[in-house]
């Protein structure tokens, strides 16, 4: 008897849940309190690397951590209630839920946030893995028991493989199609519409386990 390979994790920004308004507003409101320019939209362009290193594209070493704690402050109240789920990311969990799998969401988002950004869209996750990034990803997804990682960065293939799961790549973020194939991913969707479809036919059915 095998285990099903029916439990996924997923990234969230760009992956499951959209959060470039939000994440925008709150980078203008840290543009104006540091009174140094932050260009928002070139960031919501780049998602996916932890906050403190974005910062550092804007600010000396010694003012990000004071930016970083102030962008948190305002993350819950200025962005979560602007995020919406991306297409097909309810279907996608649900697809899992409909497979007898788990759901765990691993990203370089802080833990907080992350939970509630995934309990203000209704998502229906097991677990939520907060503030890591590539491969450092890897040991959340081992200790789910996850069999595949579903997300938009290059870093999300380095994520799967340091988990030892199937490398799902989503073409929603700043990567297009061919360079998450060239990056190694195991497997590119256009978006999560297309998950489901996938998901139905990699899964090990119930009678097989």
Excluded: C, Q
Excluded at 112 to 131: I, K, N, P, Y
Excluded at 158 to 169: I, P, T, Y
């Amino acid at each position: 008897m095998s285990e099903p390979m029916n439990s996924v994790g997923f990234d969230l920004d760009m992956t499951l849940a959209d959060t470039r308004a939000g994440i925008a507003a709150v980078y203008d409101e840290v543009s104006r309190h540091m009174g140094v320019f932050i260009d928002s939209a070139a960031v919501v362009a780049r998602l996916g690397p932890p906050l403190e290193w974005e910062l550092a594209n804007w600010l000396p070493p010694e003012e990000i951590a004071g930016a970083a704690a102030f962008f948190r402050s305002l993350y819950p109240s200025i962005a979560v209630p602007v995020t919406v789920p991306m297409p097909g990311a309810r279907e996608a969990v649900e697809a899992v839920r409909r497979g007898g799998g788990r759901v765990v969401v691993v990203t370089g988002k802080n833990a907080r946030d992350a939970a509630s950004t995934v309990e203000f869209l209704g998502l229906d996750v097991d677990e939520v893995a907060g503030s890591v990034f590539g491969a450092a990803k890897g040991p959340a997804l081992m200790s789910f028991g996850a069999s595949a990682y579903v997300g938009d960065h290059v870093a999300d293939i380095e994520a799967a493989r340091a988990g030892g799961v199937v490398s799902v790549a989503v073409a929603t973020g700043l990567y297009p199609r061919g360079e998450l194939h060239d990056h190694g991913a195991d497997v590119v969707l256009g978006d999560l519409t297309e998950f489901t479809e996938w998901f139905d036919g990699w899964r090990t059915p119930a009678s097989l386990v």
